[in-house]
């Protein structure tokens, strides 16, 4: 990482959530401002989508969760991210979180939550100052 270049983002749905329309706004948004974007698909596990951001070389990861199993998915995200040493990868959450869980998902590691309602331009204004090179700026 640290390398000039696009942004490179994983977007991901873990868990059992099948509804991934929100995901593919925010991936075609991030794309649209010139970033690198993984789009993992649906029912991904924690590993599968920490694989997958180590083997692209990503500088962040959006997980879009719906199902409300926000704080064990990224517990686990963010315990493997620890693991394989990869904590310079930026994680980000989108979706139906409840404002008591947000202080509790960034002490845990979560640099930013977006909750409905968000614009794909506060999280593009969000990605571009804090993920990847765009961070180093």
């Known amino acids: 990482m640290g390398v000039s270049g696009p942004i490179r983002v994983v977007v991901a749905k873990p868990g059992l959530d099948g509804h991934d329309r929100g995901a593919k706004v925010i991936a075609r948004a ?3 401002a010139g970033m690198e974007v993984i789009y993992t698909g649906l029912h991904q596990t924690p590993a599968q989508i920490v ?3 180590i083997q692209e070389d990503a500088d962040g990861i959006g997980l879009s969760i719906l199902s409300g ?5 990224c517990a686990k995200v963010v315990e493997l991210l620890r693991e ?10 989108g979706g139906i979180i409840p404002e008591d869980d947000i202080p509790l998902l960034k002490e ?7 909750t409905p309602g968000a614009s794909t331009r506060d999280v593009v204004a969000w990605v571009v100052g804090h993920v990847g090179s765009g961070a180093a700026a």
């Open 108 to 114: 845990m590691g979560v640099a930013e939550i977006f």
């Open 51 to 53: 694989d997958t951001a």
């Open 84 to 93: 394989r040493e990869a904590e310079d990868i930026k994680l980000f959450c």
């Open 30 to 32: 991030l794309r649209d």
């Open 69 to 73: 199993a926000h704080m064990t998915l």
